[in-house]
């Protein structure tokens, strides 16, 4: 113990704090943190008060709960070098008694098997929810003496067991229900408590060791397909499951504001594309497709950036994700509602991020019918006295840099108005490993200089006591009095009408959702609001009104001219879960009000047409068009938007109007290309051959791409004459392998044919796929391990290397040595263009197989970049884990699988994508080793390896 808190004392003089506003500063400042010039920092708890501090809350008394995840990982992070919990994860409470601004005491809530690794707390009221999948559990602490009298699991089902992807934390919204979301480590199959049946899949695996299965296209009970991370809404007592939002990565929290706003961060596959978003009711964030099937990858388009490609922002049919905050690994995130730290941050959404060391803050603008957040970012804490642009997870010099150490997991506001930031203290974040074997946490308090903010005593058995904790800065304290003044019913109704006025604009929105809660008279002011000046209050009052039972249809008539576009956004939203014959003429009131350049609005338009396009066609025609099919922007945004299959003809006619710009008849083309009918892939046929250069190219682009998933079965693809010399060389090396398995013939005979499918790249794919089964007797593999290592297709020779490992001209590097070399970056452009650049791009150079590695220098150092090539099976990119696919033709591929539906698409080491009809797959499996080659299959000496990393170090 002594040695701990010698070391923490230790890490709170070395550490040091960064301006806000990125404003270098001579001097470290207190704690090693910098912040805006009016706030201070404070250390409020440390280890062993609480370790590994994975989120948050803050209860009605003031005091903070932790989850804690020692037990993270324990297949990577073993009991022995790590400390540990036998007796399962824990809830703890920390309280500052004595009001001086840190923790005196800390105190086990519960300590549970049933908790490996929770990733959120919620407390409200005398309920404790904790997220660790597969379960949603409350414990009630009847007699409040901090020690649970009920457990109870809520929900159970979702995937995602010890893994980060899992299921994170529980708020209470304005309107007395649960928010929560969960991360992409599917499947999530959950029944609710009214017998309503969640199914939520994708095509992602791995991380962990229990995350092997999953499946897309899932259908819910509601009909609807709902993919990867998802953000939901429960009742309290467990029914009214809904879905909100889908198709997320690994969203850590969803934070829901006093209007009944969604925010969400939400990290990414490789570097530089993390985003935070406003979120939309019904939004499809995009990381796969809309199925689930298909990794981004698969569908990145030529010329996409990442960011676009990884969202899916030139897609129709997924929502505007807000602002790519570049490298990172966020975690929690939170409106400040509150006054206590002054005007400028109140309405401030902090958003942490432990792989860049940072709390980031936004004032989000209110642009067009969304929120813009692009531009409004800056560094609110962090602890780097300098702009971090790293993603820095697993590398040296954040071992030797303690400032790097700082990993926040949650920001939280307390019931005092200051902000609490737990800090998970790790040289490492990602990749399910640890570093910091003590298990050593912390929790800052960030307050305004000179001003001691105190904490408020609620009184909740008074209707005045809910009324002050309904206007508490922390989200679940409100929460919980806005539910005790809802069950005193219309009585309360003269006390919460003052608060319309209050000067703090969120006050007055809590109100609007509390009065819809109070009977037939509190919807009656409600509804008052519906006219109210401002904007934001009618959208919270019209939202609020959706959940009060009534018939929504004459709000939206009164709403759908509204002469803001984010009411009629709104009303967009709620229309599509009414009947289409209802609102029809509604949907057409709501397109004629879109004004070309507004990405929420178009967005939301799309949701309320639904599958109604066909019918309404005509009528958008007349309505934007003004009965002629001819281009304006309005008109190609929304059929874009919609893409109805009676549009094929009129997309077809504005892709080949040499009269249009380029961008006008890319959007045309991507437009029919997300048509799902025969008529689309006609007309796609037809472009192929334009004599537009841009026009044939992207059409042959597209019908390549779709011929493999949503086109599959729409024409006999075999008559377009694609892939068929592909389909010969396929069906010779079959002939080759019956030869070859065919035990009645000669050795000279067998070893004939294993030569012939030797030097094929498909012949050989096909002899690792019979290796892996097992086909080849005893010697049989002596003679293939001689002619292998001559196949064209390096992927081929990747694996030969792992099946005849035992081969003597496999060269050793040690690590250190390789690091000690100086390296030569001009050299090093030489070895990555021969030997990296088949699969790997820096910049504009090489291709899009493995992971780009233009900023990978931003997420390792010199050690761990060279380890990586020295060792690629030693920690393997997430969605770059290896697959072996063997056909029932006795024909196998190797590769990333990049899409599951009917087809399995898989791209090999050439970065040709091979399509395999599910039924035709004998089985596959995932291999343990990386498709990258070792050295000694490249030929690298370890100035190559040198040289090569100075290469890429170079590039920025």
């Known amino acids: 113990m002594k040695r701990l808190l010698a070391f ?30 009016d706030l201070e920092a404070t250390l409020w708890a440390e280890s062993p008060m609480m370790y590994n501090p994975t989120n948050m809350d803050v209860d009605s008394k003031g005091r903070i709960w932790i989850t804690e995840a020692v037990n993270y990982r324990s297949f990577n992070n073993d009991s022995v070098h790590h400390l540990h919990h036998s007796k399962g994860d824990r809830v703890m409470i920390l309280e500052d008694r004595d009001g001086d601004g840190k923790a005196d005491t800390s105190k086990v809530f519960v300590q549970d098997k049933d908790l490996t690794s929770p990733l959120g707390i919620a407390v409200i009221g005398n309920k404790v929810i904790v997220s660790c999948a597969p379960n949603l559990i409350v414990y009630t602490d009847e007699n409040g003496d901090d020690i649970p009298d009920k457990k109870e699991i809520l929900l159970t089902g979702f995937g995602g067991f010890d893994h980060d992807h899992s299921l994170h934390s529980t708020v ?5 229900k649960w928010y929560f979301n969960t991360g992409n480590a599917g499947p999530h199959m959950v029944k609710d408590k009214a017998g309503f049946m969640l199914r939520s899949g994708s095509v992602y695996t791995g991380g962990t060791p229990y995350n092997t299965k999953n499946q897309s296209g899932l259908v819910s009970d509601d009909g609807k397909v709902w993919v990867g991370g998802l953000a939901l809404r ?9 879905v909100l939002a889908h198709n997320f990565r690994n969203s850590y929290e969803v934070a829901v504001d006093s209007y009944g706003n969604f925010w969400q961060n939400d990290n990414d596959d490789q570097v530089l594309t993390c985003r935070t978003s406003w979120l939309m009711e019904g939004g499809n964030a995009g990381y796969f497709s809309n199925d689930g099937s298909r990794y981004w990858q698969a569908d990145q388009r030529p010329g996409q950036d990442m960011f676009t490609a990884q969202w899916h922002q030139d897609d129709p049919d997924v929502m505007y994700v807000g602002d790519n905050s570049g490298a990172g690994a966020p975690t929690g995130i939170v409106m400040n509602e509150g006054d206590a730290l002054g005007e400028k941050y109140c309405g401030m959404l902090l958003s942490a991020d432990a792989g860049r060391n940072v709390i980031f803050g936004y004032k989000p603008l209110q642009k067009a019918s969304g929120f813009e957040l692009k531009g409004q970012r ?25 400032k790097m150490w700082f990993r926040p997991s949650d920001v939280a506001i307390g019931t005092d108005g200051a902000i609490y930031v737990a800090d998970w203290y790790d040289p490492v974040v990602g990749g399910h490993a640890m570093q910091d074997s003590t298990g050593y946490g912390r929790i800052y308090r960030i307050a305004p200089k000179n ?7 609620y009184d909740f058995s008074t209707t005045e006591g809910q009324l002050q904790a309904m206007q508490s800065p922390a989200i679940n304290v409100r929460g919980w009095a806005i539910d005790q003044l809802r069950q005193q019913g219309e009585s309360v109704i003269p006390k919460v009408l003052p608060l319309l006025n209050a000067s703090n604009p969120y006050y007055r929105a809590r109100a609007v959702w509390l009065l819809s809660q109070l009977g037939n008279s509190g919807i009656a002011e409600t509804e008052k609001i519906l006219d109210n000046g401002d904007p934001q209050l009618r959208v919270a009052a019209f939202r609020a009104l959706r959940e009060t039972g009534k018939d929504v ?22 229309i599509r879960d009414l009947p289409f014959d209802s609102t029809h003429q509604m949907i057409l009131q709501l397109i004629k009000g879109y004004n070309g350049d507004d990405p929420w609005y178009l967005y939301a338009l799309g949701l309320a047409v639904g599958q109604h396009g066909a019918e309404l066609y005509p009528e958008i025609i007349n309505a934007l068009g003004k009965g002629s099919t001819s281009w304006n922007k309005k008109l190609a945004d929304v059929l874009w938007r919609i893409h109805p299959a009676a549009a094929a003809g009129v997309f077809q006619q504005w892709a080949q109007d040499s009269s249009l710009t380029a961008d006008a008849r890319k959007t045309a083309i991507t437009a029919l290309a997300f048509v799902n009918d025969k008529t689309a892939v006609n007309a796609m046929l037809v472009l192929a051959k334009s004599p537009l250069q841009d026009v044939a190219e992207q059409s042959k682009y597209w019908l390549s791409f779709r011929k493999d998933n949503d086109w599959y079965a729409l024409i006999d693809w075999k008559k377009t004459g694609l892939d068929l010399d592909k389909e010969k060389k396929y069906a010779a090396m079959k002939v080759w392998a019956g030869k070859a398995l065919n035990k009645d013939l000669t050795l000279f005979d067998r070893k004939d044919a294993l030569q012939h499918m030797a030097n094929d790249s498909i012949g050989g794919q096909m002899i690792m796929g019979l290796l892996a089964d097992n086909k080849f007797e005893p010697g049989l593999d002596t003679i293939i391990g001689k002619m292998i290592f001559k196949n064209p297709d390096l992927s081929v020779r990747v694996q030969a290397d792992k099946y005849f490992a035992g081969r003597n001209d496999k060269a050793e590097f040690s690590i250190n040595d390789v690091v000690a070399l100086a390296g030569n970056a001009e050299n090093g452009h030489v070895v990555f263009t021969s030997k990296c650049a088949t699969c790997h791009r820096v910049n504009s150079e090489g291709h899009d197989i493995g992971p780009e590695l233009t900023a990978i220098q931003k997420k390792l150092d010199k050690t761990a970049l060279v380890d990586a090539i020295i060792h690629p099976s030693a920690a393997i990119e997430f969605g770059y884990e290896p697959w072996l696919v063997n056909m029932k033709d006795s024909t196998a591929v190797y590769g990333f699988i990049i899409a599951d539906s009917k087809t399995v698409v898989v791209k090999d080491l050439a970065g040709v994508k091979h399509s395999l009809p599910k039924d035709e797959i004998k089985n596959r499996k995932k291999m343990d080793y990386s498709l990258m080659p070792e050295p000694a299959v490249l030929g690298l000496s370890a100035n190559d390896i040198a040289n090569v990393v100075a290469f890429i170090q170079a590039k920025k």
């Open 234 to 242: 429960i009742n309290p007592d467990g029914t009214g499951l809904k």
């Open 172 to 176: 209470a919204g304005p309107d007395g």
């Open 451 to 457: 001003k001691k903010l105190k904490r408020p005593l």
């Open 8 to 37: 923490s004392f230790l890490i709170t003089l070395l550490l040091g704090l960064t301006q806000c506003k990125n404003n270098k500063q001579p001097a470290e400042p207190p704690l090693g943190l910098y912040l805006p010039d």
């Open 378 to 402: 800056l560094n609110f804490i962090t602890s780097l006295p300098d702009d971090n642009t790293h993603y820095v997870w697993n590398d040296s010099a954040a071992n030797s840099n303690k």
């Open 553 to 574: 249809m004459p709000y939206c008539r009164k709403l759908v001219n509204d002469t803001s576009s984010m009411v009629r956004r709104e009303v967009a939203i709620a």
